[in-house]
């Protein structure tokens, strides 16, 4: 959560609870009662509930998700990538399942052969300069059959357009690349065999 979301949580919570408050005490006869102290209570466990709401789903729904704008990337990203390794020039298919909350990302990436998970994530936030970007770092989830360490490495990609988002990988087998993506769904998918399955049912 960024420091200027923080700011209008805080604004906007004191703003409801003012008003609230002023109503409150103007309907009670401008007298400060055990009543009017049970009716606070209950302006604050609104504000509570509200926001609970809000950061479990709220944020991605329409208009709602206005009062904190965040870009939802939820859901499977299908695409290309290209990769070169010790001279050696390759490329295929990849795909990504990013399962985001308000407060957290996740991304597992696939491709024929292998599957890989992040385990540290960011999201730059966009109203800085303009463009998302997701950087995360990831593992892979089994040794290649021809090397003896897990490969690991870093991803860097822009969303381009509402659906697109291309950018760089590194990995610690000396390879690096280009990964270039667009969305298919909001279903979350770990593999091309699953996306294959659903489409054939």
Known sequence: MTSDEVKKVVFLSSCFCIVSTLIIYFLN??????????????????????????????????YVKK????TNLNGTWIGEYKANSEGKEYEGKIGLAIRQK???IKITSFTIRFQNYSYLERVVNENENG??????????????????????????????????????FWT???????????????????SFEEIENEENE
Request: glycine residues 6%; charged residues 20%.
């Open 172 to 190: 610690n087998a000396n390879s690096n690349g280009r990964i270039c993506v667009t969305f298919k769904s909001r279903n979350h998918y770990n």
């Open 67 to 70: 009062i904190l704008p965040k």
């Open 102 to 104: 308000f407060f957290s």
């Open 29 to 62: 006869g401008q007298k400060l009662t055990l009543d009017t102290l049970k009716n606070l209570s209950s302006v604050l466990s609104v504000v509570s509930v509200f926001w609970a709401m809000y950061f479990a789903f709220g944020w991605k729904l329409p």
């Open 131 to 168: 463009v998302l970007q997701l950087d995360y770092v990831y593992t892979q989830d089994e040794n290649d059959d021809v090397e003896e360490r897990v490969r690991k490495g870093v991803t860097e990609i822009k969303l381009v357009a509402p659906d697109k988002m291309s950018g760089y």
